[in-house]
C-alpha cells in the first residue's frame, strides 16, 4: 500500500498532462516601454540632445565668464556663445513637456508667430539674466556716481545730473536699435563665424585708438575732458550701436569713443561701467520678461543664483584691474588677445 503513492507520483512526472499539451504556449512578457528621460521640472530630452538643463559646473563656467570678460574689451557675448557650444548648451530642438509636447518659448499672439523654446534660447535668456552679478559688482564699486545720478534726477547734485544726460544719450541710439533688431540679430548674427568676424575688426579698431592718442600725446595737442559732454556722449551711443554685433565688445567701443571725445583711459573705462550698468540692467529686465519663466522652468533657480554669484565676485575682481591694465598698456593687449581668439577659433572652425 505504501508503494502506490510512489507509483502514481512516478507515472505523473514522466507523463505530461492532456492539458498541458494542447494548450497553447503562454505568450512571452512583452519589454516594458523605456520610460522617458525627465529634465528639470518635467521636461524631456529633446531629440539628439547629450546634454539636458544646465550642471552646477555648466553655471560656475558661465559665471566665471560672464564676470570676467563683461566689462573687459574682449566681448563678453563673443565668449559666451563659444561656451555654449563647448558645453553644448545650444541644442536647437524643441523643448518637449512630460506629455512629449512642445513648450513654448513665446506664445503667438495678434498674428504674430510664436517661437518654441529649445536648449539655446533658454541658455541665450541665462546668459543675459546672470550679468544681474556684473551688475551688482558695479553697484557696490561706484555706488556714489550711481547715488550722484539719483540726487541729479531729484535735481540735488548738477554733477550728477550732467553724469545721468550724458548716459541717457550714450544709451538710447543701442537701445532702440537693439529693441527693434534683437530678435533677427539673435537670429541670423549669434554664431561663431560673426564673432570670429568682430574680434579681428574691434582689435584693429582698438589699435588705430591707441596709435592716435598716443599720437596726440607726443604732439602736445590732446585736451582731455574731466567729464563727457554732451557731444560726446553722442559719439559714445553712435559707436555703442556697433556692439549689438556679437564679438564687438560694448566697454571696447565706449572705451574707444571715450578716447575720441577727450576723456584720458581710466575716466572712458569708468563712464563704459556706469553706461554698462544701465544697459546690461535693461537688457536684463527685457530678458527675463521676455523668456525668463520658461528659461527657470527649464533650469531652475538654484543654477541661476549660482552663476550670478559667480559672476558677482569675478566681475568686482576685474574691474579695478582693468583700470590699472588700461593706465599702464592700453587698449594693445587687449587687442593682441582678441586677435589671437579669432586664430585660435579660425583654425577649429
Known amino acids: 500500500m505504501r508503494l502506490l503513492p510512489l507509483l502514481l507520483l512516478l507515472l505523473g512526472t514522466l507523463a505530461p498532462p492532456a492539458a498541458a499539451a494542447s494548450s497553447p504556449p503562454a505568450p512571452a512578457p512583452e519589454r516594458a516601454p523605456a520610460a522617458p528621460a525627465f529634465g528639470p521640472s518635467g521636461f524631456t530630452l529633446p ?6 538643463g544646465l550642471r552646477t559646473r ?12 563683461e566689462y573687459l574689451p574682449v566681448s563678453s557675448t563673443g565668449h559666451l556663445i563659444i561656451a555654449s557650444r563647448v558645453l553644448r548648451l545650444d541644442s536647437q530642438q524643441p523643448v518637449l513637456n512630460a506629455l512629449g509636447e ?3 518659448h513665446q506664445p503667438p499672439e495678434r498674428g504674430r508667430p510664436g517661437e518654441l523654446l529649445t536648449q ?3 541658455t541665450d535668456t541665462y546668459i543675459v539674466i546672470i550679468q544681474v552679478g556684473a551688475l551688482l559688482a558695479v553697484a557696490l564699486l561706484y555706488w556714489r556716481q550711481l547715488w550722484s545720478m539719483v540726487l541729479g534726477a531729484c535735481g540735488r547734485d548738477p554733477a550728477g545730473l550732467r553724469l545721468l544726460v550724458c548716459v541717457g544719450i550714450a544709451f538710447v541710439p ?7 533688431f534683437h530678435d533677427w540679430i539673435d537670429a541670423h548674427l549669434y554664431s561663431i563665424d560673426t564673432v570670429i568676424v568682430m574680434l579681428v575688426l574691434g582689435a584693429l579698431l582698438m589699435f588705430y585708438a591707441e596709435y592716435w592718442y598716443g599720437r596726440q600725446l607726443l604732439a602736445g595737442t590732446r585736451v582731455e575732458r574731466e567729464e563727457l559732454n554732451v557731444a560726446g556722449a553722442m559719439w559714445v551711443g553712435l559707436l555703442q550701436c556697433a556692439a549689438l554685433l556679437p564679438g564687438t565688445s560694448r566697454p571696447m567701443m ?17 563712464f563704459s561701467f556706469i553706461l554698462g550698468f544701465v544697459t546690461l540692467s535693461a537688457a536684463s529686465l527685457y530678458k ?4 525668463g519663466a520658461a528659461m527657470i522652468d527649464l533650469f531652475g533657480w538654484s543654477d541661476v543664483l549660482v552663476g550670478a554669484a559667480v559672476a558677482a565676485v569675478t566681475a568686482a575682481a576685474c574691474l579695478r584691474l582693468l ?6 598698456y592700453g587698449l594693445a593687449p587687449f587687442a593682441w588677445y582678441r586677435l589671437a581668439l579669432a586664430a585660435a577659433l579660425w583654425s577649429l572652425t
Open 47 to 52: 531629440p539628439g540632445a547629450s546634454v539636458y
Open 58 to 69: 555648466d553655471a560656475v563656467i558661465l559665471g566665471v565668464i560672464e564676470g570676467v570678460t
Open 102 to 104: 512642445p513648450v513654448w
Open 120 to 122: 539655446k534660447l533658454a
Open 174 to 180: 543701442s537701445a532702440a536699435l537693439g529693441y527693434l
Open 254 to 270: 565706449t572705451i574707444v569713443a571715450g578716447y575720441f571725445a577727450g576723456l584720458d583711459p581710466r575716466r572712458a573705462t569708468e
Open 288 to 291: 527675463s520678461l521676455k523668456g
Open 323 to 328: 583700470v590699472i591694465c588700461l593706465m599702464r
